[in-house]
């Protein structure tokens, strides 16, 4: 009996098979790239941030709670790859299946909670300049981001509630209004999670590039800087959050409507697919990394980048207007010559 056959003879059992066993074995070996490119990367930004930039002197504690956001989602790629690559989509194994979403949840809230943080502290420092900047106190105590990751606890939970992966929702289960509740909430709070983020980081890039239409040239340095700090936010969201958001709207659309069943194929395929493209927000994360702190982008040159293109990429302000004036130095040690690289202005 096909998988069709099976749905449509039951449609209160879940069936996490995989539609079409050659899209899903072409999105094992995407998840095997992005781990073969995402484990070296984040291991090298870790480095940097411990050994080379020293995160806790230079108030970049948030900025280092996403690489280890990032670690949470690098180390849960090879199981993802193995059972796409035997056609399954998720794990048959109950409690290992739940661990996974938890931590891929978890990396989502976390990537997502400092991300925003950053945007604001930027917005903050430009839009509302000379004013308390409540972020930039909050910023410079360890505790706060402890306090974060607790927070986001209660909102990754829901997830390991019912199966989430195959949406085993509205349709799929006897409609009680025990299920009802249950998956009403933790579909609304999949959905916030990305929604009202977004909303505050259009808003806080409207009011930043607003403020800087209106500044003279000799003080627009710091500006364009905060704008390419929120472009580089909005990229990661547009391409790794946004469209696996819009596609679990549309797969819900499809469940709710039984005739639309024999669509639900296709769907869930294009679905799986665009969750598989948020996952290289362990790519871009370093690009953020770059725009907010210029003193991480120099460690990160002068540490791993040779010879040739070291002092090209020093010199080079991409576009964010920096200045070469030292006001303190960190040292970095590539092979045995010590080099000292300016902390540049932030």
Known sequence: MSLQQKMSTNRTIDHCEAPNRVTYETLCWVIIGEF??????NLSVLYIFVFRFKFWKNKSIFLFNIVVADFL????????AYHYHYGQRRSTNDKLC???FFMLFLNRGASIAFLITLSLDRYFNVVHLGRRNFVKVLKKSPLVSIIIWFLLL????PTMVETFECCNSYGRKINTRLHNVTDTFREIVYFSQI?????????????????????????????????????SVIVVFSVCFLPSTVARAVLLSVRLKKEWEPAEY?????????????????????????FCNSGFKDAYISTFCPTFLRNRL?????????????TNTI??????REIALPILAK
Not at 73 to 80: D, N, R, T, Y
Not at 314 to 326: C, I, K, P, V, Y
Not at 331 to 336: C, F, I, L, N, V
Request: glycine share 4%; aromatic share 8%; charged share 15%.
């Open 266 to 290: 296709m769907v869930v395929q294009v679905y799986d697919s665009l969750m598989v493209l948020s996952y290289i927000d362990c790519l871009l994360d370093p690009l953020v990394y770059c």
């Open 98 to 100: 739940k661990t996974m």
């Open 73 to 80: 989602l690098v180390a849960c790629l090879p199981f993802k």
């Open 36 to 41: 073969v490119l995402g484990l070296p990367l």
């Open 331 to 336: 040292t970095t040690t590539p092979g045995m």
């Open 154 to 157: 209660p909102l990754t939970i």
């Open 195 to 231: 929604i009202v983020p977004f909303v505050i980081l259009v808003y806080c890039t409207v009011r930043i590039v607003n403020r800087l239409q209106r500044k003279t040239v000799g003080e627009k340095t710091k500006l364009r800087r905060a704008v390419f700090v929120v472009m």
């Open 314 to 326: 020093l010199n080079t302000d991409f576009g964010l207007g920096t200045t070469t004036t030292a």
